[in-house]
C-alpha cells in the first residue's frame, strides 16, 4: 500500500492550490483520509480529515478556506486550499487509515512541499 501525493508548489498569497493524494495496492477498505501540515522548527499538524461517509474536521487556521474531499471509488483524497496565507507554508502529508491484507494500518505519504509568498 502506498500513498502519492501531487499539486504542491510555490504562490502568491491570497491564491490558491489543490493538492491531491491517491492511495494504491492491496487495498480492501479505508476509513479516515486526512492532510496534515508540518513547517519547519514545528510540529505535523492536522490540517483537515474526512470519514468514509463525508464527515469533515478542519483545524480553526484553515476552516472556510480550505475543503478537503475524497473519492471512495478511486481511494483517492484531495485538498482545495484558497486564500492562502504566509503562514500556511509547510511540507504536506496524505494520511490515511487502510485495511490491507497485512490488516489496518497508517499510511503516510512522501510529503509535497507549498510555499507561499508575501
Known amino acids: 500500500v502506498q500513498l502519492v501525493e501531487s499539486g504542491g508548489g510555490l504562490v502568491q498569497a491570497g491564491g490558491s492550490l489543490r493538492l491531491s493524494c491517491a492511495a494504491s495496492?492491496?487495498?480492501?477498505?479505508?476509513?479516515?483520509m486526512a492532510w496534515y501540515r508540518q513547517a519547519p522548527g514545528k510540529q505535523r499538524e492536522l490540517v483537515a480529515a474526512i470519514s468514509v461517509g463525508g464527515t469533515t474536521t478542519y483545524a480553526d487556521s484553515v476552516e472556510d478556506r480550505f475543503t478537503i474531499s475524497r473519492d471512495n471509488a478511486d481511494n483517492t483524497v484531495s485538498l482545495r486550499m484558497s486564500t492562502l496565507k504566509p503562514e500556511d507554508t509547510a511540507v504536506y502529508y496524505c494520511?490515511?487509515?487502510?485495511?490491507?491484507?497485512?490488516?489496518?494500518?497508517?499510511?503516510w505519504g512522501q510529503g509535497t512541499q507549498v510555499t507561499v509568498s508575501s
Open positions: 495496492g492491496s487495498i480492501l477498505s479505508i476509513r479516515t
Open positions: 494520511h490515511a487509515n487502510i485495511e490491507s491484507f497485512a490488516g489496518w494500518g497508517d499510511y
